[in-house]
Structure formats: structure tokens, C-alpha cells
């Protein structure tokens, strides 16, 4: 006897009984897919979303608005508190600090400055740290032992206090903190580029492309670089967030950057003895902080998740 065929019925499908539809077990699953799907993209675009909103107040809104200057304030207006208004320079939303200057400006200019320390540096090690964990990873051999071997001596020095003995000796300036950080964050980009080379360089499609007789230059650009440069963006929102807390550190210390440039470290750091009288001077610019680190990771981690699928 042959054996009967099942009833194929169509995905979304409904199975008359009675003259009643049930629906197919796919259509219940739609709901939580499509719920899992709007919760993936919204624990992405959520923290990339505030990423735009904080980049865009600090950099756009100096430029397409008059707010006074972060720096060389009126001495009289000095200590002022929230929504005060001054004769001399209009409203200070979030009054004004022991020297008189605005302190939504300072935190204005001082987030740009924190970003573009974050930024710098993990551009730097993005392209010289990724570099050299590239080509290490997959020449192999003497020269992969050198570069590595020097990259470690760079992780054994104490972080913090070789960068305070770099800005001390260079000078105390945005570039100089940069290059300082920068300073541990090449060996860093180095291991992640190193790892992510030997995990791909052997497989099948690099296998293929070298044995029908593609050069090293080209197997490094056209098939390691592509594979190995998402790990460093994902690592590098990570990075940024670090980068920038290490700023603040040095700043906060007195070794960051000079007077005449606010940064957010640096109003904690002048604002933490006047903390029970004006709290905004140190309130302010930690819930900045804050909101920026944890955007940085929460973005890194999404990425992370959804090129990890890929």
C-alpha cells in the first residue's frame, strides 16, 4: 500500500474545521518575529540616535547660535545660578562658574573636545595598530614575534603614568593627550587586527584566492582588510568611550590639556570643592559623560551582535 502523501498546507495558511480558519503555527510566530526584529534595530538605532543628537548640540549648535565664550568670563557674574540673566552676556541656562564663565558653553566646547580626543585616537589606532596586526597575522614568522613582541612592552608600562610623563614632557596640548593615549591604544587595535588575521587567513576563500595566484597585497586588501576592519569599528566605539574617561582622568589630575581648552574632566576637576553650593559645575558635565560612555558601549555592543550574526 502506498503510503499517503501529508497534507502540505501553505505557510500563513488556514485549515478550515467546521468552517472555522485556524492559522497556521507561522502566523503566531510572526508576532514575536517582528517584535524581536523592531527590538534589535531599536537597541542599535536608540544609542546611535542619542550618539547624533550629543555630536550634533556640541559641534552644530555654537555655530548656528550666539552662546557666550567658554573661557574668559566676567569675574562679576561669577557663582550665578540656573536661568540667570546677565546684562553683559544674556542668559546663562545653566548659570555660570567661580570665574564667571558660561557653563552650558563650557559643556558645549568641552564635549567637543572630549569627542575629538575619543575620536583621534582611535583613528590612530585604527590605522596603525590595525595595520601592523594585519600584516604581523598574516606574514607570520620573525616578523610577527618582533612587532608583537614590541607591542607587549608597550602594554607592560604603567598606562596613566606614562601618558602623564608624555604630556609632560611634550607639553601639555589636545594633539600631544592624543598621541599619549594613543600611545596604548595602537598595541590594543594591534592583538584584536592580529587574532581576527589568523582566524580568517586560512579559510577556504583565502585558500582558493591564493592558489589561483593572487599576490599577498591583494589577498590583504581585497579579503583580510574587509574581514578584520567591522571587529575594529565595533571595537572602536568601545575604545572611544575609554579614551575619552582616560581624558577626563588626565584632566581631572592636571596634566591634560592646557587652561584655555574646557574639557569635561576639567570642570568636575574645578568644580568638585564648589559641590554643595553649585552643583551643576560637576552634575552637569558627569551626566554628559555618562550618557556619551554608555551610548558608545551600547552601540558597540549591537554592532557586535549584529555583524557577529553575519
Known amino acids: 500500500m502506498a503510503a499517503?502523501?501529508?497534507d502540505v498546507v501553505p505557510r500563513g495558511a488556514g485549515i478550515d474545521l467546521g468552517g472555522r480558519g485556524i492559522p497556521h503555527a507561522?502566523?503566531?510566530d510572526a508576532g514575536p518575529?517582528?517584535?524581536r526584529r523592531f527590538f534589535r534595530s531599536l537597541e542599535l538605532w536608540l544609542p546611535v540616535g542619542i550618539l547624533t543628537f550629543i555630536v550634533l548640540v556640541c559641534f552644530l549648535w555654537p555655530v548656528i547660535h550666539t552662546i557666550p565664550a567658554a573661557i574668559n568670563g566676567n569675574l562679576l557674574d561669577a557663582n550665578l545660578p540656573l536661568f540667570t540673566h546677565s546684562s553683559l552676556y544674556g542668559n546663562h541656562i545653566l548659570g555660570t562658574d567661580t570665574l564667571g564663565n558660561d557653563v552650558m558653553s563650557e559643556v558645549l566646547y568641552g564635549g567637543r573636545t572630549?569627542?575629538?580626543?575619543?575620536?583621534?585616537?582611535?583613528?590612530?589606532g585604527f590605522g596603525i595598530g590595525g595595520t601592523l596586526g594585519v600584516i604581523a597575522g598574516y606574514m607570520g614568522g620573525v616578523l610577527e614575534a618582533i612587532v608583537m613582541r614590541i607591542l607587549d612592552m608597550f602594554l607592560a608600562f604603567p598606562a596613566l603614568v606614562i601618558a602623564i610623563t608624555i604630556v609632560t614632557y611634550l607639553g601639555q596640548s589636545e594633539l600631544h593627550v592624543i598621541w599619549?593615549?594613543?600611545?596604548?591604544?595602537?598595541?590594543?587595535?594591534?592583538r584584536l587586527a592580529r587574532a581576527t588575521t589568523l582566524r580568517i587567513k586560512d579559510q577556504t576563500f583565502i585558500v582558493a584566492s591564493r592558489l589561483s595566484g593572487a599576490s599577498d597585497k591583494r589577498i590583504l586588501f581585497r579579503h583580510i582588510a574587509p574581514n578584520v576592519a567591522p571587529q575594529l569599528l565595533t571595537f572602536s566605539f568601545l575604545g572611544i568611550g575609554v579614551y575619552i574617561i582616560v581624558e577626563a582622568t588626565l584632566s581631572f589630575l592636571g596634566y591634560g590639556l592646557p587652561s584655555n581648552i574646557p574639557s569635561w574632566g576639567k570642570m568636575i576637576a574645578n568644580g568638585q570643592i564648589f559641590l554643595s553650593t553649585t552643583p551643576q559645575l560637576v552634575l552637569v558635565p558627569s551626566a554628559c559623560l555618562f550618557i556619551l560612555i554608555i551610548s558608545l558601549n551600547l552601540t558597540s555592543d549591537a554592532l557586535r551582535a549584529r555583524w557577529g550574526a553575519q
Open 180 to 190: 599619549a593615549i594613543a600611545f596604548f591604544a595602537i598595541p590594543a587595535y594591534a
Open 26 to 28: 507561522a502566523a503566531f
Open 33 to 35: 518575529t517582528r517584535f
Open 114 to 124: 572630549s569627542m575629538e580626543v575619543g575620536l583621534g585616537v582611535a583613528v590612530i
Open 4 to 6: 499517503l502523501a501529508p
